[in-house]
């Protein structure tokens, strides 16, 4: 159901470094660059992109908006959230578990955009 999910920045230039090699640690690529945004995409094709706001405005974060990664592991929940922390990342909360066979880990990208690696199981 889902095809991209776009999360906003002030800094497209930092946030491609960030997201190029935290994104590379799970097989996403660039699949297409544009003055205001670049976008990525794993094997599914559905693609994460970072973007300066059409509107010109200043990007802003949304208050409950939260970005989940499905990974197949915890080991890949818990190598995918390090890396976030190792460049820049803020911690939201620690890799693991949350309930009854849900496995998360929480971070703030440097732009303040909340994101989720998570595992089913």
């Known amino acids: ?17 960030f997201y190029d090699e ?5 097989g996403a690529k660039r699949n297409w660059e544009s003055e205001g ?7 599914t094709g559905i693609t994460l992109a970072a973007m300066k706001p059409y509107n010109g405005e200043p990007a802003t974060v949304g208050n409950g908006v939260m970005v989940a990664l499905s990974f197949k ?3 890949e929940v818990d ?5 976030a922390i190792s460049l820049g990342a803020k911690d939201e909360g620690a890799a693991g578990p949350r309930g009854t ?12 955009n909340k994101l989720c690696g998570f595992f089913m199981g």
């Open 37 to 43: 945004g670049i976008g990525w995409a794993n094997r």
């Open 101 to 112: 066979g849900f496995y998360a880990g929480y971070f703030r990208d440097l732009d303040g």
């Open 73 to 75: 592991s915890k080991e």
């Open 1 to 17: 159901m889902i095809g991209y999910v776009t999360l906003g920045t002030n800094d497209l230039a930092r946030a491609a470094a």
């Open 22 to 26: 935290l994104l590379g640690t799970v």
């Open 79 to 83: 190598a995918f959230h390090a890396k």
